[in-house]
Nanobody, 120 residues
C-alpha cells in the first residue's frame, strides 16, 4: 500500500525546535517531490515547504523562511522538516504529500498528520 506517515510532532515552548519526519512505504520517494503542509484549527490547509527530487530545489512559505529547513534522505525513504525558533502561530497539524514537482497541487490522500503545539 502506497502511503506517507508523518511523525515527530509534540509540545514545545516558543523558540524551541522540532524535527518532523515523513516516511514513505510502498513506493520510493526518490523520484517524487515532497511537500509539507499544515492546518491550524479553523484555518485552511497551507503549504509550508517543498523539495524536488531531481535537483533538490526547495521552497518555503514566507512565514517559515529562515526558520524551517526541508531535507530528504533517499536511502531512508524519508523527508524531514527541521523547525527552529518555533512560534505559537506554527501550532497546527502537519502533513506531507508527494507529487511530480513543487509546488504540489491537488493532493487528496492525506494521512493522519502530526500535531505540533507551540505554547509556554
Amino acid at each position: 500500500q502506497v502511503q506517507l506517515a508523518e511523525s515527530g510532532g509534540g509540545l514545545v515552548q516558543p523558540g524551541g525546535s522540532l524535527r518532523l519526519s515523513c516516511a514513505a512505504s510502498g513506493f520510493s520517494l526518490n523520484y517524487y517531490a515532497i511537500g509539507w503542509f499544515r492546518q491550524a484549527p479553523g484555518k485552511e490547509r497551507e503549504g509550508v515547504s517543498c523539495i524536488n527530487s531531481y535537483d533538490r530545489a526547495t521552497d518555503y512559505a514566507d512565514s517559515v523562511k529562515g526558520r524551517f529547513t526541508i531535507s530528504r534522505d533517499n536511502a531512508k525513504n524519508t523527508v524531514y522538516l527541521q523547525m527552529n525558533s518555533l512560534k505559537p502561530e506554527d501550532t497546527a497539524v502537519y502533513y506531507c504529500a508527494w507529487g511530480s514537482r513543487c509546488p504540489i497541487r491537488g493532493y487528496d490522500s492525506w494521512g493522519q498528520g502530526t500535531q505540533v503545539t507551540v505554547s509556554s
